[in-house]
């Protein structure tokens, strides 16, 4: 059974670092792409960015460029999605999902989400 | 980027009854490239559709999806208890991949 599993809520001041992870299993975690998105109540996900984690291959929405880093350890099937420094603004609930390339294809397994809470 | 509009915003309907989901694009979507999913409280999202109208394994006949260019809908011939859920439509043609906001089908 694939299964994508989040590292559980977080709460964090302004200024401070995060790391939040996704690992992956049953399935070859190396093969597929695991992309991160943010919802924040009462708007769309947003798609921050993807990577593949045979090669590390990170490709981002321009609008998260620089914003988070996307990295994995496919010796240990996790992806990881991270912040050097929280703003209020990064408060809302994060996602994993796997796609199976880079183009033209499609989330079908996500992680329960993680909620970040960034207030002072 | 393309915005994808969801409508309604909710949909109030008794088991049983059909339930019909529009996602419309601000622009045509490439190789009619949508997905649709569905998430319950504190839930992943579980993918239904993709490909504007092909069923993900073992989501059930009673799910069914059409439409092309800007134009979607999700449609529940009969909703079970289980259905009443957010349902959230996805393009995936062009980058950055887009979602809709939700409807959500809630029980009468």
């Known amino acids: 059974e694939v299964q994508l599993v989040q590292s559980g809520a977080e709460v964090k001041k302004p200024g401070e670092s995060l790391k939040i992870s996704c690992k992956g299993s049953g399935y070859s975690f190396a093969s597929y792409w695991i992309g991160w998105g943010r919802r924040v109540p009462g708007k769309g996900l947003e798609w921050m960015g993807v990577i593949y984690p045979g090669d590390s291959d990170t490709r981002y929405n321009p609008s998260f460029q620089g914003q988070v880093t996307i990295s994995a350890d496919k010796s240990i099937s996790t992806a990881y999605l991270q912040w050097s420094s929280l703003k209020a603004a990064d408060s809302a609930t994060y996602y994993c999902a796997r796609q199976r390339a880079y183009s033209s294809s499609f989330p079908d397994y996500w992680g329960q989400g993680t909620l970040v809470t960034v207030s002072s | 980027e393309i915005v994808l509009t969801q409508s309604p915003g909710t949909l109030s309907l008794s088991p049983g009854e059909r339930a019909t989901l529009s996602c419309r694009a601000s622009?045509?979507?490439?190789?009619?490239?949508l997905a649709w999913y569905q998430q319950k409280p504190g839930q992943a999202p579980r993918l239904l559709i993709y490909g504007a109208s092909s069923r993900a394994t073992a989501i059930p006949d009673r799910f069914s999806a059409s439409g092309s260019g800007t134009d979607f809908t999700l449609t529940i011939s009969r909703l079970e208890p289980e259905d009443f859920a957010v349902y959230y439509c996805?393009?995936?043609?062009?980058?950055?991949?887009?979602f809709g906001q939700g409807t959500k089908v809630e029980i009468k």
């Open positions: 996805q393009q995936y043609g062009s980058s950055p991949r887009t």
């Open positions: 622009q045509s979507i490439s190789g009619n490239y």
